[in-house]
């Protein structure tokens, strides 16, 4: 049987996926690159995957899932640094993105350095949409066009999500490519990592794990939102197209695969579900939230644990 990862986009919350797949790690005594033949992500989910796929000089994994947990919260603060002047300047982003990317694109240098998609480990793929060429984009570790695409590169384009970051110009294959966050269409890759996978291993059983990073709470109530105009649904429509197209792969998914997909979710009634909220507090309610993930679904990650063994 082949296993498939698909960890959902989520900013700063993506932490809670990598403290799962750290569990995952301790329990099996195994790197995520060895329990699962393909890892699709999205956003902060492809930064995931990316950095589970680095690999080291004797060709292992270069960094574990805490690693990556740890890169959210010690870097957290960094990549999403509030100044009173680009606040002012962007009009609470609304004018202009609400963060410089300069400081994600550091760090993501720090991990990535100049590892290109094709030394990778294992099968990776991370999203992103192409806004001059108006299309999807699927970055391929194995696919021959994207091979020299810079990981780094790639973890920036599928981070790019608007109004927090200007758009990611990358070379891909020659050519320039502006890009931003897949999460625009596909904020949880499940069902794309699913198409993947039957292509890349027909007549081949499959299952599919899917990290979600925390379901969305707050409502929007209809006296607040029936007066809204652009700028007032510009940040409330990217949570409804992000948790609404999450749904719904969820649904499709369950209909594919049936016992044979197994999602892990959980509800953000203890943290901010702002995806830019690095605060010291946060990042412990986050950390809490996982935990009580973890425990709560025991026999459901032994159960993962013995289908990729």
């Known amino acids: 049987m082949r296993s498939v990862l698909s960890i959902d986009g989520g900013g700063i919350r993506g932490i809670i996926p990598a403290l799962v797949l750290d569990y995952l790690e301790r329990e099996s005594g195994r790197p995520i690159s060895d329990l699962f033949d393909l890892v699709v992500g999205t956003s902060s989910g492809g930064i995931i995957a990316l950095g589970l796929a680095q690999a080291d000089a004797d060709q292992r994994p270069k960094f574990s899932a805490n690693d990556l947990a740890a890169f959210f919260e010690k870097s957290g ?52 949409y192409d806004i001059e ?35 990611a110009l990358i070379d891909v294959h020659g050519g320039q490519r502006a890009l931003i966050d897949g999460g625009v269409f596909v904020n949880s890759p499940v069902v794309s990592a699913y198409a993947e996978a039957l292509k890349l291993y027909p007549n081949e059983p499959l299952m599919v794990l899917s990290l979600g990073t925390g379901e969305l709470v707050r409502p929007i109530p209809f006296e607040t939102a029936k007066d809204w105009g652009q700028a007032g649904w510009v940040m409330p429509l990217l949570d409804c197209m992000f948790d609404g197209a999450t749904k719904a792969a969820n649904h499709q998914m369950r209909m594919f695969l049936g016992e044979l997909y197994i999602r892990l979710q959980v509800t953000l009634d203890e943290a901010n579900d702002d995806m830019d909220d690095a605060s010291d507090a946060n990042i412990s309610n986050l950390k809490r939230i996982a935990d ?13 644990l013995s289908l990729t063994s």
């Open 133 to 167: 060429d108006r299309r999807t984009l699927f970055l391929k570790s194995w696919h021959p066009d994207h091979e020299t695409v810079r990981c780094r590169d790639a973890a920036r384009a599928t981070s790019a999500a608007p109004t927090y970051f200007e758009p």
């Open 292 to 304: 009580r993930l973890i425990d709560e679904n025991q026999d459901t990650l032994q159960r993962v």
């Open 77 to 128: 603060r960094t990549i999403f640094e509030k100044t009173l002047w680009r606040n002012i300047r962007s009009a609470g982003g609304v004018l202009d993105e609400l963060y410089s990317a300069r400081p994600l694109e550091v760090v993501l240098r720090k991990y990535f350095s100049n590892t290109q998609l094709g030394e990778t480990l294992g099968s990776t793929m991370v999203t992103a």
